[in-house]
């Protein structure tokens, strides 16, 4: 009882990578005395490249080491000083949370996990799962904030432009909100929303994080030119639009928050396509003479409009949307060879 060998598998994987890496046909393994050497030799190129965890067979803590100290003579010092070799750990030593982790924590440590990015197939069939709501312990709370993956496109943005006032209108739980925060660590971020408990939570979160955020009661277009005037320093160069989606609301948001925006302030509207709002994002396109689009590839279709930007920019939206010609044309290939074929055996056997 309790006797049977355990072997020890961890790294197997690595193992048979590094034995590809050998050439078999010129070097036969089996005929060489420094066979364990050659391996070792090999798992070393491999943890160059993507660090190993220590094992009890070849890839032992002495032969990271080992194998470390080989590049890295501090490594070899410590060696010889007795501390113990360390497995290096696969992240990069320093490295700062990213946008998306901090926002997590955020939430995390206020009780409530975020509950976001689910496919709609997993949730049976639910639109809504993409999107952000948050479990506080007892229930779901929150209304469909910005989807994961349209956090992570609001990252990102951070690389290309440097907003210092920013509008949200519709703030809810503050979900998108505290992201623009850590995106935009340079601006002063104002959100409205007529939900009281939403604003609070966004300043007690923003006060304890740092983050330079004033959620206010107020409502869209009414609160938007008095608010901007007291709450922030320069013209508005950054806005998301997520509040009510309706066509008709969707055009107010804008132009409220056009008045006191600069001209080449970027606007980036929440769930154009699922709210059917497409119509309404073409007519303020058309009217405010800005350059933008429609982000086919976000979850909720969402859309930008713009004054000049980068080039880099313009390709970074590129990755985000499509040729409408060429959607169309793949939705009607899908169409036909998917959608058709899920009833197309049960036809068949009428
Ligand atoms: C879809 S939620 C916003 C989600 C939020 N942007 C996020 O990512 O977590 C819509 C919010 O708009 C707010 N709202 C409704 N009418 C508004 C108005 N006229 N002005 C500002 N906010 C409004 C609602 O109270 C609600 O909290």
């Given at each position: 009882m309790g006797r049977t060998p355990r072997p020890d598998l961890s790294n197997l994987e690595t193992y048979f990578e590094a034995g590809l890496g050998h050439d078999h046909?010129?070097?036969?393994?089996?005929?060489?005395?420094?066979?364990?050497?050659?391996?070792?030799?090999?798992?070393?190129?491999?943890?160059?490249?993507?660090?190993i965890q220590a094992d009890q067979r070849l890839w032992t803590v002495e032969a990271i080491a080992e194998a470390e100290a080989a590049v890295?003579?501090?490594?070899?010092?410590?060696?010889?000083?007795?501390?113990?070799?360390?497995?290096?750990?696969?992240?990069?030593?320093?490295?700062?949370?990213?946008?998306?982790?901090?926002?997590?924590?955020?939430?995390?440590?206020?009780?409530?996990?975020?509950?976001?990015?689910?496919?709609?197939?997993?949730?049976?069939?639910?639109?809504?799962?993409?999107?952000?709501?948050f479990y506080n312990g007892e229930g779901i709370v929150g209304c469909a904030g910005l989807s994961l993956f349209e956090i992570m496109f609001v990252e990102h943005l951070g690389t290309y432009i440097d907003p210092r006032s920013v509008l949200v209108i519709g703030n809810a739980h503050g979900w998108s909100t505290l992201a623009l925060a850590l995106t935009f660590p340079k601006a002063k971020i104002l959100a409205l929303d007529p939900d009281q408990v939403g604003v609070e939570l966004?300043?007690?979160?923003?006060?304890?994080?740092?983050?330079?955020?004033?959620?206010?009661?107020?409502?869209?277009?009414?609160?938007?030119?008095?608010?901007?005037?007291?709450?922030?320093?320069?013209a508005v160069d950054f806005v998301l639009i997520d509040a009510i989606h309706t066509n008709d609301a969707l055009k107010t948001?804008?132009?409220?928050?056009a008045e006191v925006a600069s001209k080449d302030a970027f606007y980036l509207f929440h769930d154009v396509i699922n709210w059917k709002m497409v119509d309404g994002f073409k007519s303020m396109q058309a009217a405010s003479g800005l350059g933008g689009r429609i982000l086919t590839r976000t979850p909720s279709g969402m859309a930008v409009l713009h004054g000049e930007i980068s080039s880099e920019l313009a390709q970074y939206l590129d990755c985000f949307s499509d040729n409408p010609q060429l959607l169309m044309a793949y939705r009607t290939m899908v169409q036909q060879a998917f959608a058709g074929d899920v009833f197309g055996e049960a036809l068949a056997a009428l």
């Open positions: 046909e010129a070097d036969e393994l089996l005929g060489r005395q420094d066979y364990p050497r050659l391996y070792r030799s090999q798992l070393a190129r491999l943890h160059r490249v993507r660090p890295d003579p501090s490594a070899a010092q410590r060696l010889a000083a007795g501390a113990a070799p360390k497995a290096k750990r696969n992240t990069k030593r320093n490295s700062p949370m990213t946008m998306l982790t901090k926002l997590h924590e955020i939430y995390r440590s206020a009780g409530l996990q975020p509950l976001t990015g689910h496919s709609t197939k997993h949730m049976h069939d639910w639109a809504d799962a993409p999107f952000t709501r966004t300043n007690e979160l923003a006060r304890k994080n740092k983050l330079s955020v004033e959620a206010v009661v107020g409502t869209s277009p009414d609160s938007v030119k008095p608010a901007c005037a007291e709450h922030l320093n320069s948001d804008f132009f409220a928050s």
